[in-house]
C-alpha cells in the first residue's frame, strides 16, 4: 500500500514552454502532498507543500507563479513550470503524506520522480 | 537547517548488519525520528520511524537512545541493493511539514 505515482517519468521541453508534472497517490487519499526538487549530486529542497481544496503554501525563495501547482482532488496534485528556462532542469519529486490512525504519526511516501530538462 | 548528523559515506559487506549512526541532540519531546533511503535517481523511500521505544519492520530496525539524542538504523542482512543514500530526519508527527533533509550517508554494499 501507499503507492505514489508521477507521470511523466522524464519530459524534454524547450525554453519558454510550460511543462505539468503529475503526483497521484494510488491507493491511499493525501490532503496534504509535497513539491521537492534536487539538483544532481544534492539533496532533496522542499519547494511548496499542496493541500486540497486551498492554495499551496511556497518555501521561501520558490517563485509561485513560475511553480503553479494545483491540488484538485484527495489524490491528484500538478506541478506546472511555466516558461521554463534551462535552470529549471532538475529531478521533481512529489510526495504524499498518508494518515496511518489514531495515535500514528504521519508518513510521507514519495513518487519516483520526474527528470526535467530544459534545452 | 537540518537537525541531524550523520557520516558521509559508510561501507559495508554484503550479507553483514549494517549499521548507520544519526545524532539529534537538539530532538525536542514531540518529535519522531524517521528513516528514509533514495536509491540513485529514484524517489526516496520510507524506511521506519520511531519515537522512543525501538521499531522493527521488515526493512530494518531502529534503536533510539533512552535520551533520544541519537539513533542507529539497522539493516540486517546487508544486500547490494541496500546501497543508498540513508536520510535520517526528525519532525513532529503529527506536523504539516515537509521533510528537511540533510545530506545523509551514502551506504556502498561491497560484494
Known amino acids: 500500500g501507499a503507492v505514489v505515482s508521477q507521470h511523466p517519468s522524464r519530459v524534454i521541453c524547450k525554453s519558454g514552454t510550460s511543462v505539468k508534472i503529475e503526483c497521484r497517490s494510488l491507493?491511499?487519499?493525501?490532503?496534504?502532498m509535497f513539491w521537492y526538487r534536487q539538483f544532481p549530486k544534492k539533496s532533496l529542497m522542499l519547494m511548496a507543500t499542496?493541500?486540497?481544496?486551498?492554495?499551496?503554501?511556497?518555501e521561501q525563495g520558490v517563485e509561485k507563479d513560475k511553480f503553479l501547482i494545483n491540488h484538485a482532488s484527495l489524490t491528484l496534485s500538478t506541478l506546472t513550470v511555466t516558461s521554463a528556462h534551462p535552470e529549471d532542469s532538475s529531478f521533481y519529486i512529489c510526495?504524499?503524506?498518508?494518515?496511518?490512525?489514531?495515535?500514528?504519526?504521519?508518513?510521507?511516501?514519495f513518487g519516483p520522480g520526474t527528470r526535467l530538462t530544459v534545452t | 537547517d537540518a537537525k541531524t548528523t550523520q557520516p558521509p559515506s559508510m561501507d559495508c559487506a554484503e550479507g553483514r548488519a549494517a549499521n548507520l549512526p544519526c545524532n539529534h541532540s537538539?530532538?525536542?519531546?514531540?518529535?519522531?525520528v524517521y528513516w528514509y533511503r533514495q536509491i540513485h535517481s529514484q524517489g526516496p523511500q520510507y524506511i521506519i520511524h520511531?519515537?522512543?521505544n525501538n521499531e522493527t519492520n521488515e526493512m530494518a530496525s531502529l534503536i533510539i537512545t533512552e535520551d533520544r539524542k541519537s539513533s542507529t538504523l539497522i539493516l540486517p542482512h546487508a544486500t547490494l541493493r541496500d546501497t543508498a543514500v540513508y536520510y535520517c530526519?526528525?519532525?513532529?508527527?503529527?506536523?504539516?511539514?515537509?521533510?528537511?533533509f540533510g545530506k545523509g550517508t551514502h551506504l556502498i554494499i561491497q560484494p
Open positions: 510526495s504524499a503524506r498518508a494518515n496511518l490512525g489514531s495515535g500514528r504519526a504521519y508518513e510521507q511516501y
Open positions: 491507493d491511499f487519499q493525501a490532503t496534504t
Open positions: 499542496s493541500n486540497e481544496g486551498s492554495k499551496a503554501t511556497y
Open positions: 537538539t530532538i525536542s519531546g514531540n518529535e519522531y
Open positions: 520511531g519515537l522512543k
Open positions: 530526519i526528525v519532525k513532529s508527527g503529527g506536523g504539516a511539514d515537509g521533510l528537511t
